[in-house]
């Protein structure tokens, strides 16, 4: 079976961090596109960071941007995302996405909660 998995979510005051990790089961992550994503109730999906699978340059969207950072594991297995600073409206469930030759994959998600 091939899935990914996101772990780390959860509940953290204004101006806290966390990290998110998606592991890759099944497959590599090596020579993928890698991306994060999250999306609030009621609101549309909203892309934060990505990695192209060979030009290693990342995106990060303006709501995110000096904030958080995206990165693959040593051993590529799993895609990781790093979040400092955190505000009320990062408040979203948090999705990767990652991308190999034909095929293309979602996390369940993780929740992330961010208030005081």
């Known amino acids: 079976q091939k899935h990914l998995a996101e772990s780390g979510g959860g509940l953290v005051q204004p101006g806290g961090s966390l990290r998110l990790s998606c592991a890759a089961s099944?497959?590599?992550?090596?020579?993928?596109?890698i991306a994060w994503f999250r999306q609030a109730p009621g609101k549309a999906r909203e892309g934060l960071s990505c990695v192209g699978s060979t030009d290693n340059h990342a995106y990060y969207s303006d709501s995110v941007k000096g904030r958080f950072t995206i990165s693959r594991d040593n051993v590529k297995t799993a895609i990781n995302l790093q979040m400092n600073n955190l505000k009320p409206e990062d408040t979203a469930v948090y999705l990767c996405?990652?991308?190999?030759?034909?095929?293309?994959?979602w996390g369940q998600g993780t929740q992330v909660t961010v208030s005081s």
């Open positions: 099944g497959f590599s992550l090596v020579n993928s596109a």
């Open positions: 996405h990652v991308t190999v030759p034909g095929k293309n994959y």
